[in-house]
C-alpha cells in the first residue's frame, strides 16, 4: 500500500498495475454489454432482413452509398487519430495528445455533419417513419419497417458518438492541464477503447444498411 | 476460509462505517461498498412496502368471484404494478445490491469495489429509475403486465407505458454497472493466497450473477426501448399492421427475462451455501460442483427462454428444443440442492434463524424448481400455461426462494452489518410464520391453476372461490410474518445485545473483522491459506 494517497492509485488497490489492469477489463466489460444491447438490434434486422428481403433492398436503394462510403472512410481516419493519441499519451507527449484528440473531434464532427444531411434529405423525400412516411412500393409498410431500423440503428450510433466527443472533450482539458504521465494515460487509452468499438459499430452499419440492395 | 491474518481485529478508535460521518452528504456522496449497501437496502425496502401494498389489494380483490373492490381496468395496473416493483425494484436488485455490495469485497479481502463511483452511479440510477415508477404511479399507472407484451403495450394501452419504459431502462443500467462492478472485482481484487476455488460459494454465485446481468440487461434495455420508441413515433417493429411481428419482442424480452429469474435466484442460492456450511460447521459437499453449477445455470439460462412461448407462434421443433434444453437447466439447480443436503448429512445442524431459512429456501425451492419441469414439459405447458399454476411456480421460487434467501441472509449478516444482535426467539417465531403462511397463500395457487383459474383476472367462477379464500388468508398470514422482522432489527439497532465480530463462529473473511467493518475493511490486506469454510481448523476472531 505504499502510493496509498497519492491520487493517482486509488484507495481501493495495492498499486498502479492492478489498477491498470482493473480498468482495463472494466472497459472491456463495458463494451461486452454494448455489443449485446447492439446485438439485439442487429438480431431484430437480421430477422426482418430475411422475412423482407424486397423490401430491404428497395429501403437500401433510397441510401446514398456514396455518402455513406465517405462517412465510413471519415470514420476510420478518426480510429487512427484516436490511435495516436493514445501513442502520444503513452509517452506523455502533451501538445500531441491535444492535437490528436482535436483532430478526432473535428473528424467525428464531419461524420455527424454529413449524417444531419443525409437525416435532413430523409425528411424531405418523406422517408421518416411515423407521421413523415410514403413511398411508391407494393411493400411500403415494410420498407418503413428498414427506416425504422436505420434511424434508430444510425441514431444509437451517432448517440454514442455524441458522448464521445463529450468524453474526449475532457480529455482535451486533462491534457491541458497536464493530468497524464507514462505512469497514468488509463483514461486516454480507455477512450481510444470506446471509440474504436463505436466505429467498428458502423463498420457493421454501413453495408447492413447502403450496400445490400447492390450486390 | 479465514487466514494467517497479521491483522488486528480491533482498529482500537472503534471508528467504523458507520460512524465515520454523519451527515445526509456523508451518505449520499459515499463511495464505501458499505454505505452504499445501505442506501440500497432502504430502497428496496421502500419497494418492497410498496409492492406488497399492490399484492394486498389484489388479494382483497381475489377474495370473491365477483369483481367488487375494484374496475377491471384498475386491476390490471394492480398486478401490472405489482410484478414491475417486485421485479426490477426489489428481487434483481435485492440480494446482490445490498449483500452483494456489502460483503464481497470484505469475503475477497479488499478495501473496496473495483469502481466505488460507478458503484454510488448505480443507486442514482436506481433511484432515477425508481422516482420514474412513482411518476407512472401518479399517471395513472400502467395496465401491460410486467412483460409488456406488444402489440398490447406498444398499439393499444392507453396507460402510461412510455414513462414506464423508460423507468425500467434507466434501472436496468443500475444492475450493468452492478455486475460489471462484481465481475471485475472478482477478478482483479482477491487477497493474496485467495485462489478460484478457496472463493466462498456466494462469491461465485453473484459471479455468474453478474454475468447475466452484462449479458442479458443490455438485450431487454433495447427491447423496452423500442417499445418506447414505437408507442412515441408511432413506427411498427412490433406493430403486425405495419410488417412488424409482435412475437419478435417476446423472442428479446425472454431472451433476457428467462436469464433474469436466475439474476432472482442464484444469489440466494450463494447465501445458502453460506448458512449451511456455518449452521451444519461443514465445508460444502462437492464444493467444485456448486461453483460450476452457477455457471452452468448462467449459460444454460439463456438457452431456455421459448419455454415461455409455447403457445405462441413459435414452430413446434422450437418448442421441442426448447423443452429439452429447459429439462437440462433444471441439472445443476438439482447438483446444488443434492450437495446441500448430503451438506447436512452428518453435520452437527443448529436451528438458529438464518438456517431456519435455508430450511425454508431448500423445500420451497425444490417445489418451485420441480413444477419448473411440469411447465417446461410441452405438451403440458399448453394446458396450463398463464394459469395461476404458473404464478405459483414462480411464486415459490422467488418468494419461497429468493426472498426466503434475502430474509436468511438479512438475519445472518446483520450483526456484522450494524454490530448488534436481535431477538433470536421473535426471528425464529417469524420464520416459521412466514413459511406458513407462504405456503398458505400458494400452495392453493398450484391447485386452482391446473383447474383452470387463468392468471390476470379479477372475477372467476364461484367453485374457484375457496383456493382463493385460503389464499388470502395465507398471505394475511405472511404479511404478518414480514412485518415481525420490521419491528424487531429496527429494535435491535438500539437495544439489541452488541455483537463481536463473529457471532455465529462461522468461518469467512467477513468474520474476522469488527462488527460493523471499518471503512476500508481490514488494516493490513489478509492473506489466505486455506479453503472455502474449512471448519476443521479453528475459528478466528470468535469473542465468547
Ligand atoms: C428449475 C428450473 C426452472 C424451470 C424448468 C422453469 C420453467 C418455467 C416455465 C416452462 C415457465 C413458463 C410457463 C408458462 O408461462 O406457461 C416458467 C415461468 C416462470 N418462471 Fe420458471 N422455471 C425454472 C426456474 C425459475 C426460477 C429460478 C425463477 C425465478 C427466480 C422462475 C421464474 C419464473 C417466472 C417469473 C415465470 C413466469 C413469467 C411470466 O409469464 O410472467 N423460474 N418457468
Ligand atoms: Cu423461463
Known sequence: ?215 | MSTTVEASHHSGTGENYLTAGYGLKSWLMTTDHKRIAILYLLSISLFFVIGGLFAVLIRIELLTPAGDLVSADSYNKLFTLHGLVMIFFFLVPSIPAVFGNFLIPIMIGARDLAFPKVNLASWYVFTIGGLFTFAVVLAGGVDTGWTFYTPYSSTYSKTAVGLTAIGVFITGFSSILTGLNFVVTIHKMRAPGLTWFRLPLFIWAHYATSLIMLLGTPVVAISILLVFLERVFGIGIFDPALGGDPVLFQHLFWFYSHPAVYIMILPSMGVMSELIACFCRKRIFGYSFVAFSSLAIAVLGFLVWGHHMFTSSQSIYAGMVFSILTMMVAIPSAVKVFNWAATMYGGSISYETPMMYAFGFLGLFTIGGLTGLFLGALGLDVHVHDTYFVVAHFHYIMVGGAIMGYLGALHFWWPKMFGRLYPEAWAKLSSIVIFIGFNLTFFPQFLVGYLGMPRRYHVYPDEFQIFHVLSTAGASILAIGYAFPVVYLIWSLVRGEKAGPNPWNAKGLEWTVPSPPTTFNFDETPVVTEEAYDYSRPVEGKVV
Request: aromatic share 18%.
Open chain 1, 1 to 215: 500500500m505504499s502510493n496509498f494517497h497519492d491520487g493517482v492509485v486509488a484507495h481501493q488497490f495495492d498499486d498502479a498495475e492492478q489498477q491498470k489492469e482493473t480498468v482495463n477489463l472494466g472497459m472491456w466489460s463495458f463494451l461486452i454489454t454494448e455489443v449485446m444491447m447492439f446485438g439485439a438490434l442487429f438480431a431484430a434486422y437480421g430477422f426482418y432482413r430475411f422475412k423482407y428481403p424486397q423490401a430491404w433492398i428497395e429501403g437500401s436503394n433510397y441510401l446514398d452509398y456514396l455518402l455513406g462510403a465517405f462517412n465510413t472512410a471519415v470514420l476510420i481516419c478518426s480510429s487512427l487519430t484516436m490511435a495516436m493519441a493514445v501513442h502520444a499519451a503513452q509517452h506523455a507527449k502533451r501538445k500531441q495528445i491535444i492535437v490528436f484528440l482535436i483532430l478526432t473531434i473535428i473528424l467525428g464532427g464531419v461524420f455527424i455533419g454529413v449524417k444531419v444531411v443525409e437525416y435532413a434529405d430523409k425528411f424531405e423525400h418523406h422517408l421518416v417513419p411515423g407521421h413523415n412516411f410514403s413511398v411508391d412500393s407494393p411493400f411500403a409498410n415494410q420498407v418503413e419497417l428498414f427506416y425504422s431500423f436505420y434511424f434508430i440503428m444510425t441514431g444509437l450510433h451517432a448517440l454514442h458518438m455524441l458522448i464521445g466527443f463529450g468524453i474526449i472533450a475532457t480529455l482535451v482539458v486533462m491534457a491541458y492541464r497536464n493530468r497524464f504521465s507514462e505512469a497514468y494515460y488509463a483514461p486516454v487509452e480507455m477512450t481510444g477503447l470506446y471509440w474504436h468499438f463505436v466505429d467498428i459499430v458502423w463498420i457493421f452499419l454501413f453495408p447492413f444498411l447502403y450496400l445490400i440492395g447492390r450486390g
